[in-house]
Structures are given as C-alpha cells and as structure tokens.
C-alpha cells in the first residue's frame, strides 16, 4: 500500500493511493493537485549518509568511507512533495540529491544484518539539498549546508515494506525541467539497509518513524530559481519540488 | 525561589514549580521537597541541537589546527549537531557506560528552551523567544576530531541528560554570565562562564535562525566548555549552573 499525509479542507488527512488518486481514509477522492502534501511521516530521528554511493564520492574526489558517514536533520528542514525549496540569492553551488528513505517500524536495537529488514515499515523518495557555498569541515557537512529550512522534499508516499521485493536493486533518477541528470541504483550503495540498521542500533536505539535516508549517486547538477525538480525512485514514487529564490519566497 | 517548570512523579506536562537553584528544593502546591524525592521526566521532548567550539578556551586549545588539514580554516558559522530522542534521559538517571569504552566526557551546557517559533530572529529581540534556561549534560565518547559530524561518540542512548527543570526567563537576567561548574563525586572538577562565550545567546540565536527555524520546546545548547572531566564506571556526575540549579546523573556499565 501507498499512504500519504495531505492537508484537505482545513484538515490533515492520512491518505491512500487509489488508481493514480488521493483517497482519504473517509472515502474523498481528490487529484494529487487537489490537495496539499506533507511529508508522508512526522520524522522522529532522522540520519542521512554522505558518501554512500562510490561513484558519488569519486565524483566528489574522496575515497569511499570505511564506516558510515552518518549525520543528522531536524524537523525543520522536512517539506512534503510539490513544494518549494527557497534557494539564497548569493548562493553558486545549491544541487540536488536524489535518495531512498528508509522508515524504521518499530525499536530496534542491537539488530543483525539479516534481521534487519523487520525493523522495516517502508520507504520514501528523499531530496537531501545541499548548498556547498557553505560547507565549512567541522562536522561536515554542518547543518548549514544540509538542514536549512525547507530543503529536504520527502514523500510523496510511504510505501509498505512488503510491496517492494528487492530495495537494494531500485533505479534512481533525477529529472530537471524534464531533462534527466543523475541516475543510478541502490544496488551501487556501499552501506546496503541492512549494513546501516545494523551499524546504527548497534550503537544506538532507533525508533518508529526513524528514517534513514540512504546517500545519492553521482550526478549532481546545480539548481536554480524556477527550476522543477523531480527525484524517481522505481516502485516508490516520484517526488516533485520546485526552487524559488529566498527574495521570492518570503514575499509569497 | 524562583519560578520553574518541571516534569515530576505522575504528571503528563510539565507543570509551575518554585526552586531554589542553590539547595536544588522544590516548592509545589505549598509542599517542599528536596529535587531528589521526585522522580523526574525529561521537561522537553522537541530537538536539542548542541554547539561546538562556542567557549573561547575551546577554541583556542585548538590553536593552529584550525588553519591545518582537515580544517583548512577557523569556522565561520555556528558548529552544531543535533542529541537526538535516544539520548534524552533525566535528572538522576544513569548514564549508560558502553561496554567498549572506558570513559564519557562531560558536557557542561546551558541549554536554551524555545518559547515559540524562531526564524530570522535578530540578536537584540532573542530574549524574546526564550521560554527559560535548563542543565544539559552534553555526554560524549571522548573524540578529539572535530571534522566528521560525532554521531556514533554523541547519540548513544542516554547520552542527554536534561533539567531537572526549565527555569523561566524572567528569573535569569544575567544568562550571558552564568557560573558553569562540574563536579564529580563531590569534587569539583571544572569551573567556568557564559561570559567566556564567543556567540552570546543573542547572537547565536541570530546565527542559528538566519539558516534553521527553531520551534517551541527546542533546546539550543550554548556551548561546553574547554578541559572536560572525565567520568568512569559508577562516578556520579553533577552540572551545576547558577541560577538554575544541579542535575545529577550516575555512570553505570551498560
């Protein structure tokens, strides 16, 4: 099953795809222009990975990490699909980063790789901006670069774990203005679900509504105002984000 | 006394109580109690987002580091990390000593609570947004690299202790110069002040919400402070904050 998280008539409803439609738990059916998205969870913990994919971090000119390089995001980052993300004025190096969300179903600690798919509710589509103009190397990347207000899109759907067979084996692909330019496949992840759920709750306890969210291939392109980005994950969804500039933003 | 608000015994929120930052009692519906007769609960449950290399003596122990690889150059901006859910634990709970690790390092931290919504807050109005101060103890694996987000040395469970309470805003005028003492089992092991600060609370609020809103019941950790004592198996640890009062925790193998 597909659910979701939309705003309708004043009211946040948990919704249902329903052949290619929004259906509330009531029974309303609306077009996915017709409502307004929010994040498909209310993130609780949230850990997103630099570096997992090795030929994004060939493209970044690093060697592939030994051990996960894990950090974290707040709420406040966390926009639902069809959104904008406000993008500064002064800012050169803002680009996308297409990723699979992992959302933990229940606590886990201390789990093995080949249990680790239990802990599992589902998954989302990610897109973890980054603006490099403010990259500076104390725990890097810092939160200005990557948990800026309005700059992770997530959703549209959170996908049951037992509607996708194979997560480590997903095409992923980024479309700007209708141009692809970055694809790839989880299969290419260093860390795979199961390495990370493993490394994570071996340290710490994850909880319902965890998300990880698993690193981006290479292909990175910069984003400007105006720009539609699309972030496509096969079988999960295809998530829609529009940049704006922070002038437009804040006057709209 | 001074006003408060504290999570304790069988409530479900947190709730007004008067308390004396000097002998850590509580006054609540016209009863006194010692802070350790309550069983207390973690008096926030939104994000607690800590700052690094805030204390001047921090900074400057890193002394040329800071222009050599990896960091290449000073920072800029305020350094943070966030103590996730996992790692919040209250008053008087143990701290969890994981089984491959020989010692924890405190984290002495005044811990700013959000009373409403903050973005692109200027220095000058912060004190606005602030709905009281609390006693963080900002526990970490000792680590001396600063380059890497600490993620594994900082978000173990219970690694957070948080209160005992929030003391409210209006109580505290002098929060840009607050004593800061750490003792442990008894002994006092680290001294120091807000004032030695390098973002006072005003600015880093400034610096934080130009990039990152900031909701209610977030806690905005100022800083730690250089030198941090160490703590083993079974010490008991307690941050004293003036003004505010003391929280006590007890290191106990996982």
Partial sequence: MKRARVAVGGAIHEAYEHEGKVRLTDGRLFSEEEVEWLPPVQ???VFALGLNYADHAKELSFSAPKEPLVFLKGPNTFIGHNASTKRPEEATNMHYECELGVIIGKTAKNVKKEDAYEYVAGYTVANDYAIRDYL???????????????????????????????????????????????????????????????YLSHFMTLNPNDVILTGTPEGLEKVNAGDEVVTEIEGIGALKNYIISDKQFQNS | MIKARGLFNNLYQPVE??????????????????????HWGVPTNATVYGTALNYKGELEK???????????????????????????????????????????????????????????????SAFEYIQGFTIVNDISIPHESV?????????????CPIGPWVVEADQLPNADNLEV??????????????????????????????????????????????????????????????????????????
């Fill in chain 2, 17 to 38: 109580i008067e308390v004396d930052p000097q002998t850590n009692n509580v006054a609540y519906h016209a009863k006194s109690y010692s802070a350790n007769d309550l």
């Fill in chain 2, 147 to 159: 380059h890497r987000p600490a993620v594994k040395q900082k978000a173990r469970d219970g690694f």
């Fill in chain 2, 181 to 254: 003492k750490v003792y442990v089992n008894n002994e006092l092991k680290q001294t120091n002040s807000t004032e030695n600060l390098i973002r006072n609370i005003g600015t880093l609020i400034e610096d934080v919400t130009e990039f990152m809103t900031l909701f209610k019941g977030d806690v905005l950790l100022v800083g730690t402070p250089e030198n941090p004592p160490l703590l083993k198996e079974g010490d008991q640890v307690q941050v004293e904050i003036e003004g505010i009062g003391k929280l006590e925790n007890s290191v106990v193998a996982e």
């Fill in chain 1, 136 to 198: 500076e190397n104390y725990y890097r990347p810092n939160l200005r670069v990557k948990n800026r207000d309005t700059c992770t899109p997530i959703g549209p759907w959170f996908v049951d774990q037992s509607d996708i067979k194979d997560p480590m084996n997903l095409s992923l692909k980024t479309i700007v203005n209708g141009q692809v330019t970055q694809e790839g496949t989880t299969k290419d992840m260093i860390f795979s679900i199961p390495d990370l759920i493993e």
């Fill in chain 1, 43 to 45: 993130p609780q913990t």
């Fill in chain 2, 62 to 124: 890193m002394g040329d580091l800071l222009h050599n690889d990896p960091y290449k150059a000073p920072p800029k901006a305020p350094i943070l990390y966030i103590k996730p859910l996992n790692t919040f634990t209250p008053h008087q709970s143990n701290i969890p000593l994981p089984s491959d690790v020989k010692e924890l390092q405190t984290g002495a931290a005044l811990g700013i609570v959000l009373k409403k919504t903050a973005a692109h807050v200027n220095a000058s």
